[in-house]
């Protein structure tokens, strides 16, 4: 029996038709499809902006991409074929033969992670992301920005980019490191001014600039008002011990008892965290990869949809391999 660390992915990885591999070849993934449509329908539909969307399944499957694209879209979407993924997954090559390590996932991804590891119940979780991207979504409204990636820099100079491009400061000033994906594969956020200097700056370093097609500023002081709104939601949420190590993306170390000796607290401040706060997935996979005996994993495993982590991972130690679980085909 194998022990695997299971990687998830977050915003980003959506694509029309995830999911419908798993949800044709797989009773259980269709089943977690079809409490995902029940409760996205009840959420949906009380919400102006969500009410006259279709079934979350027909989203994910058929699209269009500009819906599936939204942020208060594509999270519970992402999160759904997720777990699908994992319950077609076990269910083909029988419960123990998943035997989980320890979990990890990209922002977004983390939600999954944490249910996975038996921390937060798959509705709890479903209720949380959707909030969490409708939340994000407005936050991104009210105050235009964007994000820029930046291939080649290491954080000092994603660092350098940021103060430079910050100009007088204000709300057009606001620029920070957001993710730290991979070695050479910086993502800095901010409002769209300071962005659009971003650009010029990295370029005037050597650096390679690319202004992402994403709602805002994720992972920046900007997303401060969803992180209000999903903290009063954690508040209101049960979050049990992990089964096994999980990551925490602020961190990049393992989430642990805070200072009061409560672990569901310090999941639930760390998740509120997460929105202004950069994302440290490189040093995340680097801690799984450094620390065999805690994490125990003998392989890596990423769930549906798409591969962007297996990707990264190769950025990150090459040695690293990485089975997607995206095919069912691929089990066979």
Known sequence: ?????????????QAVGMGKLWFDASPEARAVFAEADRLMAE???????????PALSEVCFGGPADVLNRTDVSQPAIYTASVACLAGVRARLGADAVSLAAT?????????????????GFEDGL???????????????ATPSGMVALIGADESQAAEVCENARGSGGEDGVLVCANFNAPGQVVVSGSIAACERAVGVAEEMGLRAKALPVAGAFHS????????????????????????????????????????????????????????????????????????????????????????????????????????????????
């Open 127 to 141: 209720r949380l992301v959707a909030l969490r991207g409708r939340a994000m979504q407005d936050a991104a409204t």
């Open 1 to 13: 029996m194998n022990s695997t660390i299971i990687l998830c992915p977050g915003q980003g990885a």
């Open 221 to 332: 002081p900007i997303m401060a008002p969803a992180a209000e709104r999903l903290g009063d939601a954690l508040a209101a949420t049960t979050i049990q011990e992990p089964g096994c190590v999980v990551m925490s993306n602020v961190t990049g170390e393992p989430h642990t008892p805070g200072e009061r000796g409560s672990m569901a607290d310090s999941i639930r401040q760390r998740l509120v965290e997460q929105l202004t706060n950069p994302v440290r997935w490189a040093a995340c996979c680097q801690w799984l990869i450094g620390h065999p005996q805690t994490a125990g994993g003998s392989e890596f495993g990423e769930l549906s949809p798409g591969k962007t982590l297996g990707g990264l991972m190769r950025r990150i130690d090459r040695r690293t391999k990485v089975k997607s679980y995206d095919d069912p085909t691929s089990l066979e």
């Open 104 to 120: 990890a996932g990209l922002s977004l991804g983390e939600y999954t992670a944490l249910h996975v590891a038996g921390a937060i």
């Open 43 to 53: 959420l949906w539909a009380a919400d102006d902006a969500t009410a006259g969307l």
